[in-house]
């Protein structure tokens, strides 16, 4: 039979497996019983379903429902996966170096890394990929063409490419690299002598970089204060969250400490070294975006009293996961264990052994309470509540819809095209001359929104009809939408800062990359200002940091 000896040392491996789990353990005999199934069915299927089965696809789809009762964290990572696993631990692949996103129905660079192979051959945000190795591409998901722009650092990949303004295709031939993604895309020292980093990662080597930064700072700097910005750090290897923490703490201090089911899941992460400096005052910035790793610096930070928090309340993942290998090059990640942060508080928002009951959220009433090492109130299990809590930003319909119909990204292209330069990005603006421009692309490319006001009069329309109430009120409506429609009219002016802010954002990135996207994005940050005020007042921020606040 087709599958028979597949099936053959399948059976004899799961055999194998159960009888290898720990003889304590009261569940042995529901897993032999349930492997015994699988196998049975499995074996059945394969004979005698009336059309041929994928035994592979079939057996990913098995796992990947039984995982999904479990945590989101805890996933299957078949062989192809490998590399892009392997991305998140070190922050390294091989490949051609640039974001990619499907724009209009094509794959489409978004943002070349500067120094890496697409920069280097000249691609630019706004190509569209039509061919890789002269294979076809266009009917394939970003995440096929992800794969198939990955490779072998030294490898050759070609691609055709459709760029506007260009007639026909264009070939671009790449030289793939081993892709590190920078932790520290940016850091800088203020004229105010308040140091900055923007850490958007924690893979290998996080720690030392951020400590090497540190250093020179100090040497060249008589630094007022320093500045972690955390915000969107989804986290990373808990070691190197435990290292940044030691720049700041003395040598011995519990940062985190994982309890899982068995003993050798439960560990407590000391601080190894001497820390670089004790005295220097801080601020972590973070937002629902910062979770795991950052949550640990952020948490730890704030339980030990030696950083102030500002921001949203973050993410509220306390949950470690290990690396499991299994069969046939395949791969677990698997949750472990739980961490906890040095006031014994826990940061996990969820259980998910109980998330049916009340989404897995425990009553504000029954959240437990701790105290940090001077006495300050903090609580478990929502993630980590900033010392100084901001409003987050957010944007009008307008920006919104020109953000998702990525029109600033086009008008960027566009205006990169007709300008080989733009002044250093501290000195560019948005001028009014620009600005209109921008409006007149808009009307060129019908741009068009629909608000929630509008969504509700068609809402209100729809339910008046079924009521037999719409020509009574029809006229008020058509009114109404009259009335709005005026307003969206001038929501271009109303609300030009923040058009304006993103518009010079992805303008900066044209010229400067992703530094310079991110220091346009700090020129008129108010969560920045705020932590300006915070360390440029040395009362203030000792106050923050007092039990007595």
């Known amino acids: 039979m087709k599958h028979l000896n597949f099936y053959t040392f399948i059976i004899g491996l799961l055999l194998l497996l159960s009888a290898r789990l720990p003889a304590q353990n009261n569940n042995n005999f529901e897993i032999s019983k349930s492997l015994d199934i699988y196998t049975s069915m499995m074996r059945e299927l394969n004979l005698s379903y009336v059309d ?79 061919q890789i190795n002269k294979v076809e591409v266009t009917d394939k998901s970003t995440s096929e063409i992800s794969e198939l722009l990955k490779g072998q650092p030294g490898s050759t990949v070609v691609l055709k490419i459709k760029r506007e303004g260009h007639d026909k295709p264009l070939e671009k031939t790449l030289i793939r690299q081993k892709i590190k993604i920078d932790n520290i895309p ?75 089911k068995v003993a050798e899941r439960t560990t407590v992460h000391r601080t190894r070294l001497a820390p670089l400096d004790k005295t220097l005052p801080l601020v972590i910035m973070v937002n629902e975006g910062s979770a795991s790793a950052s949550e640990i610096v952020a948490g730890a930070l704030q339980d030990l009293d030696r950083a102030v928090i500002i921001g949203q309340r973050t993410f509220g993942k306390g949950l470690v996961q290990n690396v499991v290998p299994l069969s046939y090059n395949t791969q677990m990640k698997l949750t472990v264990a739980k961490y906890y942060i040095p006031s014994g508080r ?106 929630e006001s509008e969504l509700m009069i068609e809402k209100m329309r729809e339910i008046a009809e079924e009521e037999a109430y719409k020509d009574a009120i029809e006229t008020q409506l058509h009114a109404l939408e009259e009335k709005l429609k005026s307003y969206k009219k001038n929501d271009l002016q109303k609300h030009r800062n923040e058009v304006e802010e993103l518009l010079k954002m992805e303008i900066a990135q044209r010229y400067y990359y992703q530094k310079g996207k991110i220091i346009a994005a700090l020129q008129n940050d108010p969560e920045l200002k705020t932590a300006f005020d915070i360390l440029e007042d040395e009362a203030r921020y000792h106050e923050i940091l007092s039990p007595n606040q």
């Open 186 to 260: 940016y850091h800088t020292v203020f004229d105010n002598q308040i140091g900055y980093v923007r850490l958007t990662g924690f893979t290998q080597k996080a720690a030392s970089e951020l400590k090497e930064v540190l250093i020179k700072m100090l040497e060249e700097h008589e630094l007022k204060g320093f500045i972690i910005d955390l915000r969107s750090n989804g986290g990373g290897l808990l070691n190197e969250a435990v290292d940044i923490c030691n720049l700041f703490v003395d040598k011995g201090e519990i940062i985190v400490s994982t309890r899982g």
């Open 52 to 130: 041929e089965i994928n035994p592979a696809k079939l057996n990913e789809i098995a796992i990947k429902s039984m995982l999904d009762n479990l945590d989101p964290y805890t996933v299957f990572v078949p062989e192809a996966e490998i590399e892009n696993f392997q991305l998140m631990t070190t922050g390294e692949y091989g490949g051609i170096g640039s974001l990619i996103q499907q724009i209009d129905g094509l794959v489409t660079i978004t943002e070349p890394y500067e120094g890496f192979p697409a920069q280097q051959a000249g691609l630019i945000p706004g190509d569209a990929i039509l």
């Open 346 to 451: 826990c940061i996990q928002e969820i259980d998910y052994a109980h998330k049916n009951e009340n989404g897995g959220k425990t009553p504000d009433s029954l959240i437990a309470s701790f105290k940090t090492r001077k006495g300050r109130l903090v609580f478990e299990g929502k993630g980590i509540a900033p010392d100084v809590p901001l409003e987050s930003q957010t944007y009008s319909a307008v920006t919104a819809n020109l953000y998702t119909g990525n029109y600033f990204f086009k008008f960027a292209n566009k205006f990169a095209r007709e300008n080989s330069s733009i002044s250093e990005i501290e000195k560019f603006e948005i001028s009014d001359t620009l600005y209109d421009e921008f409006c007149a692309f808009l009307d060129q490319e019908n741009f068009s929104y629909t608000t």
